[in-house]
C-alpha cells in the first residue's frame, strides 16, 4: 500500500508538472500572438491619425502650451538686472562676473553689498553675497570661462581698471 502510495503521488507530481509547463507555453504563445495583433491595431490606428489633417483646435492648444511653457520657462532663467544704487555703480567696475570696489573687494552684481567665500573649500571661485536677503552665488570665471581664485582675478585685472577714478570707461558695473 505504501509503495503504491508513493507511485501515485510520483505520477500526480509528473502529471502536474507536465500540466503546469503545457500551461505557461501555451499563455506565452498566445501573449506573445496578441501583443503582434495589438503593436499591429496600434500602429495601423496611429498611421491613420497622423495622415488626417490636424483640426484647428489641436493646433490652439499646442500654441497656447508652448506660450505657456516660454513664460514660466523665462521667468525661471531670467536674469536679474542689477539693482545697485546709482551713486555707488560709479565707484565699482565689473570683471569676472562680480563687481570690484576702488580697494579691490568684490561685491555681489545685484545688490553691491561684500561677497563671501563658499564655505567648501573644493572650490575657492564661488562667492556668496553677505546680504542674507540676497545671497546670490558668484563664480569667478575669466573671458574664456575658466574658474579663477580671487587673487588670479586680482592678478589678472589690468592696473588701470584697478582705480574707477582714473578709468571710469573701463566696464562699468551694471
Known amino acids: 500500500m505504501k509503495n503504491l502510495l508513493k507511485a501515485y503521488l510520483r505520477k500526480f507530481f509528473s502529471d502536474l508538472h507536465s500540466a503546469i509547463l503545457s ?59 542689477s539693482r545697485i544704487d546709482p551713486e555707488w555703480r560709479k565707484e565699482f567696475r565689473e570683471e569676472f562676473h562680480v563687481c570690484w570696489d576702488k580697494n579691490d573687494k568684490m561685491r555681489c552684481l545685484y545688490c553691491g553689498n561684500p561677497l563671501k567665500a563658499s564655505s567648501s573649500d573644493s572650490d575657492p571661485s564661488i562667492f556668496y553675497c553677505s546680504n542674507p536677503n540676497c545671497n546670490e552665488k558668484h563664480v569667478l570665471k575669466d573671458k574664456q570661462g575658466k574658474k579663477v581664485t580671487e587673487q588670479e582675478a586680482i592678478n589678472q585685472m589690468p592696473t588701470a581698471s584697478r582705480h574707477p577714478q582714473s578709468a571710469r570707461k573701463k566696464l562699468p558695473c551694471i
Open 23 to 81: 500551461i505557461i507555453i501555451a499563455l506565452l504563445i498566445l501573449s506573445v500572438g496578441g501583443i503582434r495583433i495589438f503593436t499591429k491595431n496600434l500602429w495601423i490606428r496611429l498611421k491613420a491619425t497622423m495622415l488626417l489633417p490636424t483640426p484647428l483646435w489641436v493646433t490652439a492648444i499646442i500654441l497656447v502650451l508652448l506660450i505657456l511653457a516660454y513664460i514660466l520657462l523665462r521667468k525661471k532663467t531670467s536674469i536679474v538686472l
